[in-house]
């Protein structure tokens, strides 16, 4: 767990972040939201001490970070930033060691620990571990700047919009990557981006950021439920809320039990992707089947709707 | 629709031959030929400060070796204008480099009579332009053929054994800058050392003050342009001026403190030629510095420090490895700067092959130029190659 308190950051008369307060949860998301000036960067690299707040503290753990120095504090911090940072004269191999050997690990353990990473982002370490980065394609460059921060295995991840120079599909998959080493790690992750699909796709919870203050920091489907501020629902989108709303719900947690007709959709699918589908083959109820293909109910168009409505 | 059935027409064979022809072996060709034609091939002397008379090719070697030589050169000259193939370019042009440095130097010993140590022959324009014809046509073909930086090395390396073995072999003893060596060879050794440590040690002293001054530069731009100006200005000094403002204080250290004279600092000498070459020298390198810190890539250094190394370590690990082409390409322009210039530091007692230019222009005696101005080109192309090959081997896997 993180606990930002009443963090600011000022230069000269302008406040970059303005008294910032909030509880990050461990083992989570948390997606920090904001246009650009908004204060998001600066207030990410505060609790990495990249920054030095200029009042407020941080807590991780409990444990103020300013209770020992910078450097040490970010060897146990994962950090992965946009357009990856790569050391284009050190191989994959050496730069995912990076942290490791800065903690002075034994070199089997290095080793083993560079290894495993490169397999848990499907590189296969016989082929990319003596690579250098420009040898390897964007995305491949992405895999390995996140294999990197976490390569010491921290318990935080701090990410400065870690997709932001990929192309959509690239981006899509990283997201994946991102959901799935999350829940493999247990690492709380704090991630900074200005795209709302991002925000929404990736965060348990998202704080929405403008001009340093912080607006509102909830679960997805209050910011768009609840808006606390008219720049949130702005941010938000009120075209298409309803939509964003759907697909922040599985077709898993709100399937009814029962064996109708329809066509089949996955228990992982968003009910946005399942409307689309009731909507395009123009059935009432789709039939949710598991992934090894046990039917898990079935999921009715009056049902869907009732989602996308605020409560 | 239809599909045309006409052949492209054959370009005319007018055009093929054109097209064919390799315009630097023919601007080559053209110049090397008329100072073959034209210009004398070796100039003989009665004594080595008359000027000589000349004498062409043909009038200086006996018939048959005169006719070899014609024949490889123009061999060289076809090949250079009509022969595309780099290998064939390079071997051509390399038998023709020996093959005219063996003409003089049997020239000389020819035209010189038995026993007679007065007589001076030496070599003309109608040598020395060929020659650099065919150096070029050697640089071209080493570089359209792209070899990796060792072998650019072991080239070099092979070329100066090539040369000092030639030159021990006592076959070119009768050339006239040979025989000025002959008369010069112990205070040729002890400036030729000179020289070199006066553009190495000079160089040494500038990187050990320059890095640090553009790391300082780097972090506080503040005083970048502070620093920057005032070494641009030392760098407009002409080298004779700078040498002499050195002497005043120099003079004045040494005159009020013994220990410095006893160290060798005095108003001339070596000690003015090297604090001018190392105030020449900073420059280049703290400005490559500065644009080599600049380069690297501000991404790579935010990530260091995120992930938690030092201030020391981003710079060790990190910004000075992959600035270090940039500031070699510094050093190289430093290294090959000095060796010119050192020359001009003989004018004020400092030693080192400007000896002999000096004493050669002092004493119109061109032979004794060439005996310094020789080693002095040598060196500085072979600084220029192998701190290129260097900064090659380094730049590697760094985009």
């Known amino acids: 767990m993180i606990t930002v308190e009443n963090l600011t950051k000022q230069y000269g008369a302008t406040r970059a972040v303005d008294d910032v307060s909030m509880q990050i949860p461990g083992n989570s998301i948390t997606v920090i939201v904001g246009t650009s000036g908004s204060g998001k960067s600066t207030l990410l690299r505060m609790i990495n001490r990249l920054i030095e707040p200029s009042a407020g503290r941080v807590l991780i753990e409990g444990k103020d970070t300013r209770s020992e120095p910078a450097h040490l504090l970010r060897r146990r911090i994962g950090y992965a930033i946009q357009g990856h940072g790569l050391f284009p004269h050190r191989t994959v191999e050496e730069n995912i060691a990076t942290v490791p050997r800065l903690l002075r690990w034994s070199a089997p353990r290095v080793r083993a620990r560079v290894e495993e990473l490169l397999r848990v982002f499907q590189l296969d370490p016989a082929q990319y571990a003596r690579a250098f980065p420009h040898e390897l394609s964007g995305g491949q460059q992405q895999r390995v700047g996140v294999a990197r921060a976490l390569a010491a295995e921290p318990a935080v991840l701090l990410m400065d919009e870690p997709f932001g120079a990929l192309d959509p599909i690239i981006r899509a998959k990283a997201q994946e990557d991102l959901l799935n080493i999350q829940r493999r790690f247990g690492t709380t992750v704090v991630l900074v981006t200005h795209d709302m699909d991002e925000a929404f796709h990736l965060g348990d919870r998202v704080a929405v950021m403008s001009q340093g203050r912080l607006l509102q920091y909830d679960r997805p489907a209050v910011l768009l439920t609840r808006p606390a501020d008219p720049f949130v629902s702005r941010m938000t989108g009120l075209a298409d809320r309803a939509m964003r709303l759907l697909s922040l719900t599985t077709a898993g947690e709100v399937a009814s039990p029962g064996e109708g007709g329809g066509p089949r959709v996955a228990a992982s699918a968003s009910l946005r992707e399942v409307l689309s589908e009731l909507l395009w083959s123009g059935a009432h109820a789709a039939l949710v089947v598991e992934a090894d293909g046990t039917v898990r109910g079935q999921l009715s168009l009056e049902t869907i709707l009732a989602h996308g409505r605020p409560r | ?399």
């Open chain 2, 1 to 399: 629709m239809l599909q045309s059935a006409q052949p492209q027409s054959p370009p005319s064979a007018s055009i093929a031959w054109a097209s064919r022809i390799d315009r630097l072996g023919a601007l080559l060709t053209l110049v090397g030929a008329a100072a073959v034609l034209w210009l004398p091939f070796v100039l003989v002397k009665a004594n080595r400060i008359v000027p000589g008379e000349p004498r062409a090719l043909w009038e200086a070697l006996p018939g048959l070796a005169a006719g070899g030589c014609t024949a490889v050169l123009l061999l060289s000259a076809l090949v250079a204008v009509l022969i595309g193939n780099a290998r064939i370019r390079l071997g051509v042009a390399l038998l023709a480099v020996v093959t005219v440095c063996l003409a003089v130097a049997a020239a000389a010993s020819a035209l010189t009579p038995a026993g007679n140590r007065v007589i001076r022959v030496a070599a003309g324009a109608g040598f020395w332009v060929p020659l650099v014809c065919l150096g070029l046509l050697c640089t071209d073909a080493i570089t359209r053929l792209r070899p990796a930086p060792a072998r650019r090395v072991l080239m070099l390396l092979a070329f100066l054994l090539a040369a000092v073995l030639a030159l021990a072999s006592g076959f070119f003893d009768h050339l006239s800058v040979m025989r000025e060596y002959a008369v010069n060879a112990e205070r040729f050794a002890a400036e030729l050392r000179q020289h070199g440590l006066l553009a190495l040690g000079s160089l040494g002293a500038a990187v050990i003050a320059g890095l640090p001054l553009g790391i300082l530069c780097h972090r506080v731009p503040r005083l970048r342009a502070g620093i920057l100006g005032t070494l641009n200005v030392i760098q407009t000094i002409p080298a004779i001026a700078l040498f002499g403002i050195m002497m005043a204080p120099l003079g004045a250290l040494a005159a009020a403190l013994p220990l410095a004279q006893r160290l060798g600092i005095r108003g001339i000498g070596a000690a003015p030629a090297a604090v001018a070459l190392f105030l020449y020298s900073l420059l280049p390198i703290v400005a490559n510095t500065v644009l080599g810190l600049k380069r690297v890539s501000q991404a790579a250094v935010d990530a260091a420090r995120g992930m938690g190394m030092t201030n020391a370590q981003v710079l060790w690990r990190i910004e000075l490895p992959l600035a270090l082409p940039v500031i070699l390409t510094g050093i190289r322009v430093v290294l090959v700067q000095n060796i010119g210039m050192v020359t001009v530091a003989a004018l004020i007692g400092g030693g080192g092959l400007g000896t002999f230019v000096f004493q050669g222009i002092g004493q119109t005696a061109i032979d004794l130029v060439l005996l310094g101005a020789i080693p002095i080109v040598v060196m500085a192309f072979s600084a220029a190659v192998l701190l290129d090959a260097l900064v090659e081997v380094l730049d590697r896997g760094k985009r």
